[in-house]
């Protein structure tokens, strides 16, 4: 059982990082969707309208996320925009986010609201930053 305690805490900051990466790349593709249209996606915003400024914070904040750099500060603003879009969008359709098609905000919400709390892990731009994070997040 220690060895498996062992292993586990030996790759939880690696685990961190996978996670940010995939998700931070993945948040990016809704922004930039809504700004390029690459993706191709059913509609463009206009600039300058709510969901356009919603495009260039899931742009950004995506990338920063996904090379962990400010991962803290970038994923509180995308906690939060998700948490806003979540209640502006999908609560008025109704209370099941099942059925009102909000359960990727909420988890996307409460991913980036992790990622606030327990910052980008092993492999991250913040880590070769921060001498404190680098023993936090030693990989030896």
Do not use: C
């Not at 969707?33 to 915003?45: A, D, E, N, T």
């Not at 899931?58 to 209640?87: D, N, P, W």
């Not at 059925?99 to 988890?107: M, Y």
Request: aromatic content about 14%.
């Amino acid at each position: 059982m220690a060895d498996a305690t062992k292993l586990a805490a030996a790759w939880e900051p690696r685990v961190l990082s996978l996670l940010r990466i995939i998700v931070g790349l993945m948040f990016m593709e809704h922004g930039l969707g809504k700004l390029i249209g690459f993706p191709p996606v059913p509609s463009q915003p206009a600039a300058f309208h709510l969901l356009w400024f919603a495009g260039i914070i899931e742009t950004v904040g995506g990338f920063l996320v996904a090379i962990g750099l400010f991962t803290r500060g970038a994923a509180f603003i995308m906690s939060g925009e998700m948490a806003i879009g979540y209640f502006m969008a999908h609560a008025p359709r109704g209370l099941y986010p099942v059925l009102n098609g909000g359960d990727a905000a909420i988890l996307y919400s409460l991913i980036f609201f992790y990622f606030f709390v327990a910052g980008g892990g092993a492999w991250s731009v913040d880590r070769l930053r921060s001498p404190q994070a680098a023993g936090r997040y030693a990989t030896g």
